[in-house]
């Protein structure tokens, strides 16, 4: 989208009537999915708690979040979250946020090479579906002990060697050279360059020891850096 004013080349769904015109967005995760809605009766609005809410704003709403497109499940693995990828493909949305992996990284279930194996499984067949997936990098993280840390670290690299299109991964992902997918990394502005742990300010409060979920404003800031990488 050029200036926020031209519709998008992704914009499949552009001839749909109004609300439902323009880029279609959806999302796939864990509890900083579930953060852009809120359940009220029985019914899930959305929330400018979350990034993805952020995006669609700051797109000056010429993306559209179909009901049903936000996918978070609080705790989950990916394991847990990937049983969900054909409900986004079933939505055939254009673009897909996915924010997952704190949840392996934290309890430590799986090794660095079988997390990995296991996001590009769920960004596979997204990709093979002509969906794009923005990935949200891990954020910094307090309270986790080196060995979690290096993990977190080595999966934000694989992120981003993935999206930039490094051969051997784009090969072994079965992704078509180039790049496939955009990795959107909110670290550098969510941490404390002088000890790499996450600025409390920027968090909710009950997250400001670990830095698993940012503020409002620092959502804002980070579904402003996908829609900047988009």
Not at 67 to 75: D, E, F, K, V, W
Not at 107 to 129: E, F, Y
């Amino acid at each position: 989208m050029s200036q926020y004013n031209t519709p998008s080349p992704l914009a499949r769904n552009s001839g749909m009537a109004y609300p439902y015109a323009g880029v279609q967005l959806s999302a796939l995760g864990d509890s900083r999915v579930a953060n852009n809605g809120v359940t009220n009766n029985g019914s899930t609005i959305l929330s400018n708690n979350g990034n993805v809410v952020w995006f669609k704003a700051l797109c000056n709403q010429r993306c559209y979040i179909a009901p049903g497109g936000i996918l978070g499940y609080a705790g989950q693995t990916i394991q847990a979250i990937s049983a969900h990828t054909p409900d986004i493909i079933a939505l055939n949305p254009d673009l897909c946020i996915i924010q997952m992996g704190t949840n392996n990284i934290l309890t430590g279930d799986k090794g660095i090479d079988m997390i990995n194996a296991l996001v590009t499984g769920v960004l596979r067949p997204m990709v093979a579906s002509n969906i794009l997936p923005v990935v949200v990098a891990e954020t910094p993280r307090g309270g986790i002990t080196a060995a979690q840390q290096s993990k977190l670290c080595d999966f934000n690299n694989y992120l981003n060697d993935l999206a930039f299109g490094r051969s051997d991964l784009t090969l072994n992902a079965g992704f078509a050279a180039g790049r496939s997918i955009i990795v959107s990394n909110p670290r550098p502005y969510l941490q404390d360059e002088t000890n790499g742990l996450p600025v409390a300010a920027y968090f909710q409060e009950a997250s400001q020891a670990t830095g698993l979920h940012p503020n409002r404003s620092e959502e804002r800031r980070v579904g402003k850096e996908c829609r900047s990488r988009w």
